[in-house]
């Protein structure tokens, strides 16, 4: 071709072809890190709510209950799908974080530790910002009871009388024992003796909501190792479910 | 080209080209060789399609001119809207031609030292078996090799050029190296 130069630029002239602007040519991209940004938020919530579906986990159990108990119980009732969200977000990022233009560029092993260490800082940000409390427990008042057990597994953790873990209502007070309405509605008799621990000031009143760390020693009987106050919904909670505990702290 | 233009850097250029198109002229000439050849080894057009090719190639650069980023050498943009347009047309037009326009000097290039090249380069039955082992290299091998070898572009380069990551293009080239020789020396030519 004679003069190709010449020809393109006359072709350029004639056609009147103008340079795009940048933010024509680059709004999709603008649009990932946009995308980005969401899901390092949203894997930061899921984060913080992993923290929240662990704080009614006093280190001093771990005295206890014993390591193997503790593990078994923590893995039946970990927080999967919060893990699974973050999980999900992790992997939709990095590959957004691919079709961005510079996406080819980054160690997919390198960015997925900065994103996992970009969603602790800020999830634990959230939680220091009691965000994730307000959201838990926003989130709980519309929560149907059959998914319940999903989102805030830790309820779960206190009906799991075989592996040590109690929760429920004081019915009646005796002096070695009491009655308590455990959260599958059931009457339990929970023996004490001076071993055991109670880890709140104050007496022990009818109508409190209780943890129990123990053991299961017969037909809805269990000796209690240690005691400990079951936090409340807020004031504020309209309470449609009577009285129950709080786990989200 | 006088020695004044040649010392206008091709940053320099794109900036001017954005308000004069006569400035682009200048950014025409710089490529359109390169790009000639690179789409000439890696492709198997005519030199008529080649020149429409590279127009349509040049038109995208001038239209894309403020997606320019400076962190890129100016050459590996333009390979790579090259490429991509190259892409484009031979999913297009889904044809290609018997012959592969490689010089015996090309061929050289991507072999060196995996056989010993300079006792059968003069049979012209041996380049012709080396043609057609080229021939039958996956695209994306072929690209690869020419873009090392014959176009020299670095790892890092070719890493902006195709968007693939470092290690991917280093593997890429190893084995395309690899299937290659390996070709050449199953039909018994080495």
Do not use: C
């Amino acid at each position: 071709m004679e003069n190709p130069a010449q020809k393109i630029i006359e072709t350029i002239k004639r056609a009147k072809i103008k340079p795009e602007s940048r933010f024509s040519l680059r709004w999709k991209n603008y649009l990932f890190w946009i995308g980005l940004g969401l899901l390092a938020i949203l894997g930061a919530l899921s984060f913080s709510l992993v923290i929240l579906n662990f704080l009614d986990f006093h280190p001093v159990f771990f005295r206890y209950v014993g390591l193997r108990k503790m593990m078994h119980i923590l893995i039946i009732t970990a927080p999967y799908l919060w893990l699974a969200l973050i999980l999900g977000a992790l992997v939709l990022s990095l590959a957004i974080l691919r079709k961005t233009v510079y996406g080819y560029r980054y160690n997919l092993f390198l960015v997925s530790i900065i994103g996992i260490l970009l969603m602790s800082f800020l999830g634990t940000a959230l939680h220091l910002a009691k965000f994730n409390s307000r959201f838990g427990n926003r989130i709980s008042r519309g929560v149907p009871p059959f998914s319940r057990g999903a989102i805030f597994p830790m309820e779960k953790r206190w009906k799991s009388p075989e592996e040590g873990f109690l929760a429920g209502r004081v019915a009646q007070i005796r002096a070695d024992n009491l009655w308590i309405i455990s959260l599958d509605d059931e009457s339990w008799l929970v023996k004490n003796s001076a071993e055991t621990k109670k880890m709140f000031a104050g007496e022990i009143k009818l109508d409190m909501w209780l943890v129990i760390i123990g053991e299961k020693i017969g037909e809805k009987e269990f000796m209690a190792e240690l005691i400990d106050a079951a936090p409340e919904f807020p004031e504020s909670h309209p309470k449609k479910e009577g009285r129950r505990p709080n786990f989200i702290r | 080209m006088t020695d004044e233009k040649n010392n206008i850097t091709d940053q320099a250029l794109v900036e001017a080209a954005k308000n004069n198109p006569e400035a682009f002229g200048e950014i025409v000439n710089r490529y359109w060789k390169r790009l000639f050849g690179f789409i000439r080894r890696t492709s198997y057009f005519s030199q008529e399609d080649i020149e429409d090719i590279l127009q349509e190639v040049f038109f995208k650069v001038y239209r894309y001119l403020n997606d320019y980023d400076s962190r890129l050498a100016f050459s590996t943009w333009i390979y790579q809207i090259a490429r991509n347009t190259l892409i484009d047309e031979i999913r297009k037009k889904k044809t290609r031609p018997a012959t592969i326009p490689l010089e015996t000097e090309d061929l050289k290039k991507i072999l060196k030292s995996g056989l010993d090249i300079e006792k059968e380069i003069l049979s012209v039955d041996f380049m012709e078996k080396i043609r057609s082992s080229i021939f039958d290299l996956p695209y994306n091998y072929r690209e690869i090799l020419v873009l090392r070898f014959l176009e020299e572009k670095s790892y890092e380069e070719i890493m902006d050029i195709l968007k693939k990551p470092k290690g991917t293009v280093a593997a890429l080239v190893s084995r395309g190296r690899k299937i290659l020789i390996e070709k050449i020396k199953r039909r018994e030519i080495a």
